[in-house]
């Protein structure tokens, strides 16, 4: 029986039992931002459980999963995967143990013939609540009378579970497999031992307390069953291998990746481990970017980055020359085609996806190594654990790697420090995942049952008359009135107000009661599904009931400007990038657009140039912009731009830019499916301005530009800075670059002529002191090659090591002789003038020169005998200070 049967007589066999069979959710969690991943089979459920929702009594999934945890023991033991599909039965309030511990017991053996003395079932013995005698009086009733004797009682670590410190909780019933006594080790302590010979199976919560502060539980009036049971585990058990990493859900990768590197699956302990991880990491990365997850050093990319650089860090260890990733994904494709199809359509997206970032790996090894290298000789006696953690975090340097090339040089290497760091960074993103802003979906959850759904009217109307058929506080609990002043939230039986989604802001505008304003709307959001909820502020009493009229805000205008601008923007980049080239996330305001795209390397000026060439041709053929809802089935026909992992409905959305409508779809600037709201010719976008490129992450780069009113805005304030920059040099607009030009020639002129000064400084020891009558000094120093610049530099210098001082400087440069006389700030001569003595100087040279009575210069033709003429200088000095 292969993996594919096994996932299917599950979901039938519950079907069977009046189970409502559920397609798999995706790996993000929809409508649930505490997740980073989908974890568990009843994620989906929560509403239900919650008593949030109340359409089902009873379902079954197979749901894809992925937990971050175990990454690092993935290929060490049998028993640890980061992706893997949970098959769980699910009750909401309906059946529970009896039906729960029966129909999981008849499955195993029954619907998988599966020997019913290797399986040993636990109950909760007590501990925090009291022992679970239901659940074994259940098992006993089921149970031969020779398996009794295979009942467990463990305690609240294995057997107990709670969603928190208080709220719903109750026992657990986890039944074991027995591999066998080959697996036996000394001091097992049988089903429930951590070693690999009793391995958990299938898990069965009963959900029956509600547990109270100080430890009290009480029973909860509505019981609920979830159970979770891994297929991998499953499988390996009904298909008789000894690990899941030997089944039809592992294997053809496994098999692959041991043809391309030439290396045999049981050829040594090493080549095992390796193998596994490879085949495990390539598993967990093709449904992550299946789903658009594209690899970065943040959140769920920085997941999927470690995962393919571990699995191509083992190929290497392997022998790996060239980049193999990609060239494995056909296998996954294979295993999961029939039941995943999200991976086929993604397919090419996925094979690039893994080349690039393996490319890249290869680099980031190269320069850890620098850094390694840097490392040894800065720490030869031990490498510091955050130094191998900021290593390991910065370059995605393996650990491993680090601690097999320090102990070639017999260094040390502080992993306790390490694996500090590590938690540190995990507590802290962690804490950024939790408080990133973004709105927890349960607190509407009460009301988006509670509440009809809206009617968005947005696409054809900016004004409606509505109904406010309920009304939340700032907390999110339902309120039948907010008083003016106060904020809270207003769901409508109808608008024409966006929600947030797409990348697209949610509108902002006014409720209004007759001619009087009744409230502000600060933003539109639909955080569960069907509920549009509208951010207020009352400025007039708010009650359920009232009639109001919705007026959305002039901003939307310019943000649907901006909305269209991102799919001409996108169209352009795949016409010069290619179809590789896909959208990576988009933010869409009144005030600009901001677009991420992937792209294998940064765009030169003259391709942005080009992205707004394009963009500004097709606004000049003013082509029209068709919005219209049509099968899902059509953008696979028409070829339509789609997100990767996004979920459309059906019939979707699409928005067409061409001259001939869908008659002539084919011919066309643009083809996507949106949600978002709309121009309806190009011609009303005027310019759309790039203002900049930057870079993501690797491979994946952003645009921020501007389109409509909002470029209209950009350029009234750039011509606003240019008349007051204009203003400011005393030239007009247009001569306004060429005297930019200038001014920087001039400070090009002025930094070379100061690159001069610290030379001038460090001429400062060969200067001359010569003592005066009245106890001051005279310095006297010559600079050849100084200019006028460096020689007031040199001044300054010397001004400040001799406060009591006359200087005469001077340098001769191409047959002229520039000079200097200055008095420092506590110079007593008062008479003494400066620009007295350079007027004589001047004139034994026939030169010109003048200045301050404390500061002159002068320069003239260079004297025949210098020697000579600075002994007169000194001379003329000394008669001027008297």
Same mark, same amino acid.
């Given at each position: ?462 004004? !409606?008359? @509505?109904?406010?058929?309920?009304? %939340?506080? *700032?907390?999110?609990? /339902? +309120? #039948? =009135? ?117 792209? !294998?390397? @940064?765009?030169?000026?003259?391709? %942005?140039? *080009?992205?707004?060439? /394009? +963009? #500004? =041709? ?125 001014? %920087? ?138």
């Amino acid at each position: 029986m292969t993996s594919c049967e096994i996932r299917k007589r599950f979901l039938d066999f519950f079907a069977g039992h009046g189970h409502t069979v559920v397609r798999s959710s995706p790996l993000i969690p929809e409508g649930d931002p505490t997740l980073l991943f989908t974890s568990a089979g009843m994620v989906q459920f929560k509403p239900y459980y919650l008593g949030l929702k109340t359409g089902m009594k009873r379902a079954a999934s197979c749901q894809k999963s992925l937990r971050t945890t175990d990454i690092d023991n993935v290929g060490r033991t049998i028993r640890h995967l980061t992706f893997f599909e949970m098959l769980g039965n699910f009750s909401f309030g309906d059946y529970f143990k009896a039906e729960s511990i029966k129909w999981g017991w008849d499955f195993l053996i029954k619907e998988m013939g599966l020997p019913a003395e290797r399986f040993y079932p636990s109950i909760y013995g007590g501990g925090v609540a009291p022992r679970d005698e239901e659940a074994r009086k259940i098992w006993e009733s089921v149970l031969p009378g020779n398996l009794r004797s295979h009942i467990v009682e463990l305690g609240d670590g294995d057997n107990f579970w709670a969603m928190g410190d208080t709220g719903p909780s109750g026992p657990c019933s986890e039944i074991y497999w027995d591999r066998g006594e080959k697996y036996s080790h000394p001091g097992c302590k049988g089903a429930g031992c951590s070693c690999d010979r009793y391995i958990e199976v299938w898990n069965h919560v009963f959900t029956q307390f509600d547990k109270q502060p100080g430890g009290v539980f009480n029973p909860l009036p509505k019981k609920n069953i979830d159970t979770g049971m891994g297929l991998e585990r499953l499988a390996f058990i009904v298909e008789g291998k000894e690990t899941p990493f030997d089944t039809t859900l592992f294997y053809p990768i496994v098999e692959t990746a041991s043809k391309l590197l030439k290396v045999g699956y049981g050829s040594s302990p090493e080549a095992v481990s390796a193998l596994r991880i490879i085949s495990e990491h390539l598993r967990a990365s093709v449904f992550l970017l299946a789903e658009g997850v594209i690899p970065s050093n943040e959140g769920r990319g920085y997941v999927l980055r470690r995962l393919i650089r571990r699995a191509a860090r083992y190929g290497r260890i392997m022998g790996a020359k060239d980049l193999f990733l990609h060239r494995l994904a056909p296998a996954v494709h294979t295993i999961f085609r029939d039941v995943y199809p999200e991976i086929i359509s993604a397919e090419k997206q996925i094979k690039d996806a893994l080349k690039f970032e393996e490319q890249g790996f290869i680099e980031t090894l190269e320069n850890g190594e620098k850094f390694l290298a840097d490392l040894f000789g800065k720490h030869p006696r031990g490498i510091p654990g955050a130094e191998a953690f900021k290593l390991y975090e910065t370059y995605g340097f393996p650990l491993e790697l680090t601690r097999e090339l320090a102990l070639k040089k017999n260094i040390p290497l502080d992993e306790e420090g390490f694996n500090r760091a590590r938690r540190s960074a995990q507590e802290t993103a962690k804490a950024n995942w939790k408080d990133s802003g973004e709105q927890n979906a349960f607190i509407f959850q009460k009301a988006e049952e509670k509440f009809p759904a809206t009617v968005f009217l947005g696409y054809e109307t900016v004004e !409606a008359q @509505a109904e406010i058929i309920g009304l %939340l506080d *700032k907390a999110g609990e /339902i +309120a #039948a =009135a907010l008083e003016p002043g106060t904020e809270g939230w207003a769901a409508l039986d109808r608008t024409p107000f966006y929600a947030e989604s797409g990348g697209q802001v949610g509108d902002l505008g006014l409720l209004m009661a007759g001619d009087a304003i009744a409230a502000e709307v600060l933003d539109t959001q639909k955080p569960v599904e069907k509920v549009f909820f509208h951010h207020v502020k009352a400025v007039e009493k708010l009650k359920t009931g009232d009639r109001i009229k919705a007026v959305v805000s002039g901003l939307r205008y310019r943000t649907a400007c901006n909305h269209t601008a991102v799919h001409v923007i996108n169209a352009a980049l795949r016409k010069i990038f290619g179809a590789g080239t896909r959208q990576a996330g988009s933010i869409v305001t009144p005030e600009k657009f901001r677009f991420d795209y992937t792209i !294998a390397k @940064a765009p030169s000026k003259e391709e %942005l140039a *080009k992205v707004e060439a /394009i +963009a #500004a =041709a097709a606004i000049l053929e003013d082509y029209a912009v068709f919005k219209m809802e049509r099968a899902l089935a059509d953008a696979e026909k028409f070829g339509a731009v789609t997100l990767l992992g996004e979920k459309y409905k059906d019939p979707a959305r699409f928005v067409l830019i061409n001259k001939g409508g869908w008659d002539d779809a084919l011919n066309r600037c643009s083809l996507e499916l949106c949600g978002g709201t709309h121009i309806d010719r190009l011609g009303e976008l005027m310019l759309v301005k790039i203002l900049k490129d930057s870079s993501v992450s690797r491979g994946v780069r952003r645009i921020e530009g501007v389109a409509g009113p909002a470029a209209v805005d950009y350029l009234k304030s750039l011509s606003e800075i240019a008349g007051k920059v204009s203003q400011r040099l005393s030239v007009s607009p247009d001569e306004l670059a060429n005297r930019v030009e200038q001014l %920087l020639d001039n400070i090009k002129e002025l930094k070379t002529r100061r690159e001069q000064a610290p030379q001038a400084t460090d001429s400062a020891g060969s200067a001359k002191v010569i003592d005066l009558p009245n106890g001051a000094k005279l310095v006297t120093a010559g600079n050849a090659g100084f200019e006028m610049q460096a020689l007031r530099s040199f001044s300054d210098s010397l001004r400040k090591s001799y406060p009591d001082a006359v200087l005469f400087l001077y340098s001769e440069n191409k047959g002229k002789l520039s000079y200097i006389v200055a008095v420092s700030p506590e110079f007593k001569g008062r008479d003494f003038s400066a620009a007295e003595v350079v007027k004589k100087i001047s004139g034994i040279l026939n030169g010109s020169g003048g200045g301050r009575k404390d500061f002159a210069q002068g320069g003239g033709p260079a004297p025949a005998d210098l020697d000579r003429f600075k002994t007169g200088i000194i001379d003329i000095i000394k008669s001027a200070i008297g």
